[in-house]
């Protein structure tokens, strides 16, 4: 089983990051010839695997299934390096699963993927926000940089675990050199590829077995992270208010049902826990509601 690490040449706070990381030791070209004639190069470093393409970091779908079906090695995860954007402009380093459950069939994804879909949540995402948060410390990026998750959004596709790393809130950011060296110690760490032991195993280094599933709130999930930074917890899909639309049932009296809550956040809910149940077997997928940032009305579903 593999791990694969993609990056972009289109970003600098992708390629940045990916740079620092190939200059550690035990990097080695595995051209694929398929994914090559496709402007894909890949690199080998013991069980990871980097991708470089020159597309928008959402544009290429199923890179897992093409590494397998290019090699013949099976894909354990998927990790992905990018630039985060925020109307705040707040310098911050990020973690977020993937999907964008709550679209219905026909919708057009705004930044990729598939309506309905929702990639399995990498079991790291927790472990590693914590040692993200020890990783900027030592390198002096707090408090100037925020670490924080972010709710689950935009594709590309991918069927495996997978997460997001990204680099924000504007281009003096997404250039910074110390920035992308901590994201690229992240993923040498917490992937072992140091010689330590790898961060972050589901079923191998903490007997807990409950996962975090993130219900409603904001996109940085604050209420949720109060418990995520606490050691030994499992994030699974987080949920912001946007990815749970609700239509309010007293805006629905002309068609004679003022109970029933209408709206795609059933779905959402429904494709969140299968997707992390899948990502944690044998975990226990407990819901954390951030109640304030309901409505009334909202609450009584």
């Keep these: 089983m593999v791990t694969i690490v993609v990056a972009t040449t289109s970003d600098p706070a992708s390629i940045n990051p990916a740079y620092a990381l190939l200059a550690m030791p035990g990097w080695l070209p595995v051209p694929a010839p398929s994914l090559l004639q496709q402007g894909i190069k890949s690199f080998a470093n013991k069980n990871v695997r980097f991708l470089q393409h020159d597309k928008g970091i959402v544009e290429e779908d199923d890179l897992d299934r093409r590494w397998e079906e290019a090699t013949g090695e099976a894909v354990d995860e998927v990790i992905f390096f990018s630039k985060h954007t925020a109307v705040s402009n707040r310098p911050a380093l990020t973690v977020h699963p993937i999907g ?6 026909g919708d057009v994804p705004p930044q990729g993927g598939r309506p309905g879909w929702a990639a399995p949540p990498d079991p790291r995402i927790g472990p590693w926000l ?28 991918t069927i495996k675990p997978t997460m997001f790393l990204e680099i924000g809130s504007t281009d003096e950011y997404w250039k910074r050199q110390d920035a992308a060296k901590v994201i690229a110690l992240l993923v040498w760490e917490g992937l072992g590829l140091g010689g330590g032991a790898a961060v972050g195993n589901w079923g191998r280094e903490d007997e807990r077995n409950k996962v975090l599933l993130g219900i409603g709130g904001g996109h940085y999930a604050p209420r949720h992270m109060d418990i995520v930074m606490k050691e030994g917890v499992w994030v699974g899909h987080l949920l912001s208010g946007y990815s749970l639309p609700m239509e309010d049932p007293s805006q629905s009296k002309e068609n004679g049902n003022t109970d029933c809550i209408g709206g795609t956040w059933r779905q959402s809910i429904k494709v969140a826990i299968e997707a992390t149940k899948s990502a944690f077997p044998g975990g226990d997928v407990l819901a954390h509601l951030d109640h304030k940032s309901f409505k009334g009305w909202q609450k009584m579903q």
């Design 100 to 105: 964008v459950p709550h679209l219905r069939e």
């Design 130 to 157: 914590r040692l993200l948060k020890k990783l900027a410390q030592s390198h002096n990026l707090v408090p100037e940089f925020e670490i924080t998750l972010e709710g689950t959004h935009h594709g590309p596709i």
